[in-house]
């Protein structure tokens, strides 16, 4: 059992926020922090994080609690489990009543067979030829861990002689069950130890020299191995990643040995699989630009415009390199071409630019209905942006389908539906009123003087809701959450806000009023006059009322 002391001495190190945003994207709003709700599905965000509080509670399922009730229900562990788990992500030692730390154990076994595996991969002359011949350094196989995994019997048996159980092997993904008997995952394989983000070591990839079927395999998915959130060397590219702000991914595990041998320690790889939102949490740490660099053949380059379009969605800075020709970036280290590489990570193409190229590839630009197919996927992926982004990058795309760009419409039609609880951001400065309610309860009536719900064009409904208090509500809490809005947070400001806006208003009803013929004589002066008026004592810095 663990201690009850070390359980509270571990929940007083932790903090909510950075548990959370280990698993999920989650972003500041005000003094809390937000997200889409990891329990149920839902887009606009109803999950909210409170550091003071150290809890978290979701508005749209229910779900709440700590830290550790978190773990729990997101990784589906019991308490104590739950405890192990954010004790190792945390490097905290935790003390067992009765001297047992079946933690520390499942990681020993790994550990042993990596270190069993270190010293057979000199005794097989043809996988250190391998490596060689592919140009890696005796210092860098020592730094990366790499070894050789023998036949399978023998990798049992020095499990057994470590004491070491077979369920317990099973469990770690280092031994799998077949029919009728066990067999080690890892047969004649080049090993790669793959470790998590803060260094410990979960699970092998492992290389065939020997023609098995797969060319690589790794450790299947089990409690401590989760390869859709792991990317191969994190943990010795952490702290480049953080000095340079910059990461590289690459699609294997000797590129990164050779890049990293060539100086670019920045430099991870996914583990044989697509990048995936789960992998956004970790590629966020240190807020990196990421490059892509991933291989020029066609799986490649789907590869890399997936990885384009959900980074760019994301809103992460960098590009995509695609490598031509059947060279990897291993091949370019090998050869000696640093300098190439050099200027290669320095200038990718930004990720819309690219994905919006590759879009364009598969339609024939000579055919007007395919160019409109064209266009109109590159504007299906353009609403995934942010409004500044789409409107930076309309006339990119107009310039390169040689349209005019009033034919990018980026606006929604009525033909692409919205959910009823989806913010669209008609104004922004409806808005910033709507979040001065919600963030400065204080001012509603000041605003309510001068402004009423009718005298907003686009955005009464939202308005509405805040009046009423309604801040559960999923639209106003996508307002919240948007950093693009910010609520008028003086007095002083407020009324120099309101003074424009009303200005601008009481303007254009002159205007309607003057062009008005239906109007009565008297009825059409006494407006006039009265919106002169108001328009006056705008202009001399006083508000006005709407009524009277
Ligand atoms: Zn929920």
């Not at 399922?61 to 978190?70: E, N, Y």
């Not at 154990?105 to 057979?120: F, M, R, T």
Request: proline share 5%; charged share 20%.
């Amino acid at each position: 059992m663990i201690s009850q002391d070390s359980i509270e001495a571990l929940k007083a190190q932790l903090d909510i926020v950075d548990v959370i945003g280990n698993y999920i994207e989650i972003k500041r709003a005000g003094a809390n922090f937000k997200a889409p709700c990891p329990f149920h599905d839902e887009k606009s965000p109803s999950f909210v994080i409170s550091p003071a509080k150290q809890i978290y509670h979701c508005f749209g399922c229910g779900a709440g609690g700590d830290a550790i009730k978190f773990t729990m229900e997101y990784e589906k562990l019991n308490y104590p489990e739950a405890i192990e788990k954010l004790a190792d992500t945390y490097n905290f030692t935790l003390h067992y009543e009765n001297n047992r730390g079946p933690k520390k154990e499942k990681s020993l076994l790994v550990e042993k067979l990596a270190k069993y595996y270190i010293p057979l991969l000199s005794k097989t002359p043809n996988a250190l030829n391998y490596l060689k011949e592919r140009g890696i350094f005796e210092s860098s196989i020592e730094c990366f861990g790499i070894g050789y995994a023998p036949a399978s019997h023998m990798s049992i048996e020095f499990l057994k002689q470590q004491m070491f159980t077979m369920p317990e092997a099973i469990e770690l993904g280092v031994v799998g069950q077949g029919e009728s008997n066990i067999y080690a995952r890892f047969i004649e394989r080049i090993t790669f130890p793959i470790h998590s983000p803060n260094g410990t070591l979960v699970g092998f990839g492992g290389r065939t020299i020997s023609g098995h079927q797969a060319k690589y395999v790794n450790s299947p998915q089990s409690r401590i191995f989760n390869k859709s959130r792991l990317l191969y060397a994190y943990h010795l590219a952490k702290e480049t990643i953080y000095r340079k702000k910059e990461m590289i991914v690459t699609e294997g595990y000797l590129d990164v040995v050779m890049l990293h041998q060539a100086g670019f320690t920045q430099a991870v790889a996914t583990l044989g699989t697509a990048l995936t939102p789960d992998h956004l949490p970790l590629l966020r740490k240190g807020a990196p630009r990421i490059i892509m660099a991933y291989d020029g053949d066609s799986a490649g380059r789907k590869a890399a415009l997936k990885a384009a379009q959900l980074l760019s969605a994301s809103g992460f800075d960098g590009g995509v390199i695609l490598f031509e020709g059947g060279l990897d970036p291993a091949d370019m280290v090998k050869s000696g071409q640093i300098e190439v590489l050099n200027r290669l990570f320095l200038k990718p193409l930004p990720f819309i630019e690219f994905v919006l190229t590759q879009i364009l590839l598969n339609y024939d630009l000579g055919n007007p209905k395919d160019k409109e197919s064209a266009l109109n996927e590159c504007i299906a992926y353009l609403k995934t942006l942010s409004p500044i982004l789409q409107e930076e990058y309309r006339p990119y795309l107009a310039s390169i389908l040689g349209i005019s760009p009033s034919l990018v419409r980026l606006t929604r039609s009525s033909s692409s539906p919205v959910a009823p609880n989806e913010l669209v951001i008609h104004d922004i400065w409806e808005l910033s009123l709507v979040k001065t309610i919600i963030e400065h309860p204080h001012f509603t009536n000041q605003i309510l003087n001068y402004i009423k719900p009718s005298l907003l064009q686009y955005h009464r409904e939202e308005f509405e809701l805040a009046l009423a208090k309604q801040l559960d509500n999923p639209r106003l809490m996508a307002i919240s959450v948007n950093t693009q809005i910010n609520a008028f947070s003086s007095s002083e400001i407020l009324k120099s806000e309101l003074i424009t806006f009303l200005g601008n208003y009481y303007n254009k009803e002159l205007k309607k009023v003057i062009s008005q013929n239906t109007l009565k004589f008297e009825k059409k002066t006494f407006l006039i006059r009265s919106y002169r008026d108001k328009i006056a004592k705008l202009k001399r810095g006083e508000l006005v009322s709407f009524e009277g």
